[in-house]
Every structure is written in C-alpha cells, then in structure tokens.
C-alpha cells in the first residue's frame, strides 16, 4: 500500500521503467488507482502529476494519462560529419542519424527560414567578426513522422555564402551533401568541428516548438567549423528534446 503521493509515484515510476506500463499504454483510471493502493483521488493526481513533471507520462484528451514513448536515435557524434556522407556522397549529418537509428528520412523532414540579419555578440565572437556586421541566419527545425525532434540556427558570414544554396529557404537540405558541400563549392571546405553540449529546461517558445511535454528537458548544441586553415565558416546553436536522442562518440585518442 502506498500512503503517500511520492511513494505512490514511486510504484507507477517502477512499473513504468519495468516494462508493466509500456509506451503508449495508458495508466488506470485515478479512481482505479485509488482504490488499489488505498489512498484518495488528490494523492493519486499529485502521484501522476509528478510523473508528468519528470516527462515519463502526458495526459492526452480522452484517453488519459498515457506512458511516453522515449525511442532515442542514435546521434553519431564525430562520425556524422565524415566527408564520406557529404562530399562524396548526398547523406546531410540527420540523415546519417536516421539511417544508422534505422529510421526513415523524406527532404521535407527539414524546414528552414534564411534571413540577413545583424550579428549578436556571441555569433560575431564565435566568426571572427564584428558585432553589429551582417551576417546570414538559416534557421531549421528537423522532424521526424511530422513530430519535431530538434531545431538548429547556423550563422555564416555573408561573403561567403551568399548566392548559394545556403540562402534558400526551400525545405530540405541545401542540395547534395548539403552546408558543407555548397561552402566546400565556395573554396571553405570544413575540416574541423567543435562541439559543445549543456543541458537546460527550455524556454517557452522553445517547449512550443518541439512540442515538449512538461519536464523534458533540451540539451542545446553549439558547434563550430573551421576549415584546416582555421578560418571559421559556420557558428551554429541546436535545441533537441532530450528523449530523442542518444550521443555517441568514437574518436582516436590524442597523443
């Protein structure tokens, strides 16, 4: 018997993570609940709001409360960006996520807006530019089965890419290979990514716009892309639904 709506949390916790509540099943009816654990309806709301707080469980009109699913996709890492994919090939670094997850992939899955915009502080810091001077801003969010998974902004400077396919806004990566190939075109072949991941709960636009249930957190990408000479050719900052994905590197050890 469960007394307490944290203990009762606990139980539902359990047998979500045992496998007795699978993804897209839904949880009894809170009287049901109630009467099995002997305890009352406010402490079987508060048990199943705290689920929802953590992101396991979401109430979905008509049905309930229903266990989420959490089907991660394996992101590659340092391998997604392997000129393999990109110069020599039409595999843009989601798609090399999707296949390597098994997962299907259409062009449309990427959506994006190109603006000229001026440059804030920390993209003008990060492309060794001024701030305030113009820069081009492509902004896309990615979806999978038309749910969204992760949005991701890249700056460029606008002497570089401007006339290329990087300021279409034409859904679906910038044609064959994608970003990397059109700067490989314009003589700033990447060969160089920095990437640095934190974890934070997301702005409310920013739960809008991946459609986030409550208490799922994002983990917030920012990368930068040097060609072998260093000169910086891409800033770009990425918000993904924690639930998602799953990061995967393999590297060689540094001497």
């Given at each position: 018997?469960?007394?307490?709506?944290?203990?009762?949390?606990?139980?539902?916790?359990?047998?979500?993570?045992?496998?007795?509540?699978?993804?897209?099943?839904?949880?009894?009816?809170?009287?049901?609940?109630?009467?099995?654990?002997?305890?009352?309806?406010?402490?079987?709301?508060?048990?199943?709001?705290?689920?929802e707080?953590?992101?396991?469980?979401?109430?979905?009109?008509?049905?309930?409360?229903?266990?989420?699913?959490?089907?991660?996709?394996?992101?590659?890492?340092?391998?997604?960006?392997?000129?393999?994919?990109?110069?020599?090939?039409?595999?843009?670094?989601?798609?090399?996520?999707?296949?390597?997850?098994?997962?299907?992939?259409?062009?449309?899955?990427?959506?994006?807006?190109?603006?000229?915009?001026?440059?804030p502080?920390?993209?003008?810091?990060?492309?060794?530019?001024?701030?305030?001077?113009?820069?081009?801003?492509?902004?896309?969010?990615?979806?999978?089965?038309?749910?969204?998974?992760?949005?991701?902004?890249?700056?460029?400077?606008?002497?570089?890419?401007?006339?290329?396919?990087l300021?279409?806004p034409?859904?679906?990566?910038?044609?064959?290979?994608?970003?990397?190939?059109?700067?490989?075109?314009?003589?700033?072949?990447?060969?160089?990514?920095?990437?640095?991941?934190?974890?934070r709960?997301?702005?409310?636009?920013?739960?809008?716009?991946?459609?986030?249930?409550?208490?799922?957190?994002?983990?917030?990408?920012?990368?930068?892309?040097?060609?072998?000479?260093?000169?910086?050719?891409?800033?770009?900052?990425?918000?993904?639904?924690?639930?998602?994905?799953?990061?995967?590197?393999?590297?060689?050890?540094?001497?």
């Amino acid at each position: 018997m469960a007394h307490g709506y944290k203990e009762l949390a606990a139980v539902l916790r359990d047998g979500i993570q045992g496998g007795q509540y699978l993804p897209g099943m839904t949880l009894p009816k809170q009287a049901d609940l109630a009467d099995e654990y002997g305890v009352n309806i406010k402490t079987v709301r508060n048990a199943v709001a705290l689920l929802e707080s953590e992101g396991l469980v979401t109430p979905v009109r008509r049905r309930g409360t229903v266990v989420r699913s959490r089907p991660p996709m394996r992101r590659l890492g340092s391998e997604r960006y392997a000129k393999s994919n990109w110069k020599f090939g039409d595999r843009v670094a989601f798609v090399a996520d999707r296949e390597a997850s098994g997962q299907t992939w259409k062009p449309t899955d990427q959506t994006q807006t190109v603006e000229r915009t001026t440059a804030p502080a920390r993209v003008a810091e990060a492309l060794g530019i001024e701030p305030g001077d113009d820069v081009y801003v492509r902004a896309r969010t990615v979806r999978q089965d038309g749910e969204p998974t992760h949005t991701l902004t890249s700056y460029y400077r606008v002497e570089d890419v401007q006339g290329t396919p990087l300021v279409d806004p034409t859904p679906g990566p910038a044609g064959p290979g994608g970003g990397f190939a059109v700067l490989t075109l314009q003589g700033l072949e990447p060969d160089h990514v920095t990437e640095t991941l934190t974890a934070r709960m997301p702005t409310p636009d920013e739960a809008q716009a991946l459609d986030l249930p409550a208490g799922e957190p994002v983990m917030i990408l920012h990368r930068v892309t040097r060609t072998k000479e260093g000169r910086v050719v891409e800033y770009a900052e990425g918000v993904h639904a924690a639930s998602r994905f799953a990061w995967t590197y393999s590297f060689d050890m540094p001497d």
